[in-house]
């Protein structure tokens, strides 16, 4: 990954994400994706994951080290499952919109970190730039269980 291919990947995921939002509907975005997550709970983990990497990237930005306690645990299933409830706890139409609010912020404040600070350059940094990786997966299994046309 060179410093521009994290941008333009993440650009295209972020607006692919702000495509889908705008034409989904309340019924759609309370959809279920699978047996956890509605559309709208999908997106609000999404935020959840972007809005964790702004607050490691404040870490760069105020010149702080990384703590032990700031790296993924090798099973991530546990915080997912801490977070649905609250994430489904939220109205749809509020939860889509942050889920864009907070990727537009994380994109530009990745966007703005220097390559180096962050992985794969940095393999032992707990922000991934490619942001893009994460929400693509999680807008094809959108699209998968609304039946709409992905990328």
């Given at each position: 990954?060179?410093?521009v291919?994290?941008?333009v990947?993440?650009?295209?995921?972020?607006?692919?994400?702000?495509?889908?939002?705008?034409?989904?509907?309340?019924?759609?975005?309370?959809?279920?994706?699978?047996?956890?997550?509605?559309?709208?709970?999908?997106l609000?983990?999404?935020?959840?994951?972007?809005?964790?990497?702004?607050?490691?990237?404040g870490?760069?930005q105020?010149?702080?080290?990384?703590?032990?306690?700031?790296?993924?645990p090798?099973?991530?299933?546990?915080?997912?499952?801490?977070?649905?409830?609250?994430?489904?706890?939220?109205?749809?139409?509020?939860?889509?919109?942050l889920?864009?609010?907070?990727?537009?912020?994380?994109?530009?404040?990745?966007?703005?970190?220097?390559?180096?600070?962050?992985?794969p350059?940095?393999?032992?940094?707990?922000?991934?730039a490619?942001?893009?990786?994460?929400?693509?997966?999680?807008?094809?299994?959108?699209?998968?269980?609304?039946?709409?046309?992905?990328?």
């Open positions: 990954m060179n410093d291919d994290h941008v990947a993440n650009d295209r995921e972020r607006q692919r994400m702000r495509a889908l939002i705008e034409e989904l509907g309340d019924e759609q975005l309370r959809a279920p994706v699978n047996e956890y997550w509605t559309v709208a709970g999908v609000g983990h999404i935020a959840f994951w972007d809005a964790r990497v702004l607050s490691l990237a870490k760069i105020r010149g702080e080290p990384f703590s032990p306690s700031d790296r993924d090798e099973d991530v299933d546990w915080i997912n499952d801490a977070s649905r409830p609250l994430i489904h706890a939220v109205a749809p139409d509020i939860l889509a919109t889920a864009l609010q907070i990727a537009e912020n994380a994109d530009a404040t990745v966007a703005a970190l220097p390559p180096e600070r962050m992985y350059l940095d393999p032992d940094s707990p922000i991934y490619l942001r893009a990786a994460h929400r693509g997966e999680h807008l094809d299994e959108i699209d998968a269980a609304l039946g709409t046309s992905g990328p």
